[in-house]
């Protein structure tokens, strides 16, 4: 019989008040406001093919997320590292698990690890319908990034497990505003020096 697959949603049994999170030895909690994140609920592994535990790897990013947390950092910024960052993270790891490649720990990660998670995030669904866009992916992917780059910086993982590009059409992808063209802005000229002319005493 299949495992029940794990809610990765914004569930109240994964976010409960302060006033009821009990803190204890070895507890894997991120207070963020009235809120807390359980990073416990992703030590296990539900969609591996062999028994397997995420323990070491769960504990390793809740000491990362609380030491950036612990350097003055708005709550936005946790909260976004803990519901995005995090939470895509250890999604995607089950997804990984349930084809034999269970990433346990830091030591686990490879260059492989992280590019297979940003081919992964491109896929994710949209709200309404399709994929997310390839700036929503690479900004869960900086997040992520970021709570990895503690660990490089502890000297528990490489920093060569980082594409350098990981999303080279991102900024393609972006529309911004669109220049004006020769006849808008003659015209918008010819506006304004009639206001000009308008005001003159």
């Known amino acids: 019989m299949p495992r029940p697959r794990k809610s990765y949603g914004m569930q109240p049994e994964n976010i409960i008040s302060i006033e009821t999170a009990k803190k204890t030895p070895g507890d894997m909690s991120i207070c963020v406001g009235t809120r807390v994140f359980d990073f416990a609920q992703w030590a296990s592994v539900p969609e591996a093919i062999e028994p397997a535990t995420r323990l070491l790897l769960s504990r390793q990013l809740h ?20 519901a995005s960052g995090m939470r895509y993270w250890f999604k995607y790891l089950d997804a990984e698990s349930g084809k034999g490649r269970v990433i346990g720990c830091l030591a686990d990660i490879v260059p492989r690890t992280v590019e297979r998670y940003t081919e992964w995030l491109k896929q994710q669904p949209a709200r309404g319908k399709g994929t997310i866009s390839i700036t ?21 993982l ?44």
């Open 158 to 201: 490489g920093i060569g497990v980082f594409p350098q590009i990981p999303f080279p059409n991102a900024d393609r992808a972006y529309v911004g505003h669109q220049a004006f063209t020769q006849g808008e802005i003659e015209r918008l000229l010819i506006a304004l020096l009639k206001d000009l002319d308008g005001r003159a005493p």
């Open 63 to 82: 000491e990362a997320v609380q030491e950036i947390q612990s350097s003055g950092v708005s709550q936005a910024t946790v909260m976004n590292l803990c």
């Open 136 to 156: 929503s992916a690479r900004a869960i992917y900086n997040t992520t990034k970021t709570v990895l780059m503690n660990r490089v910086r502890a000297g528990q």
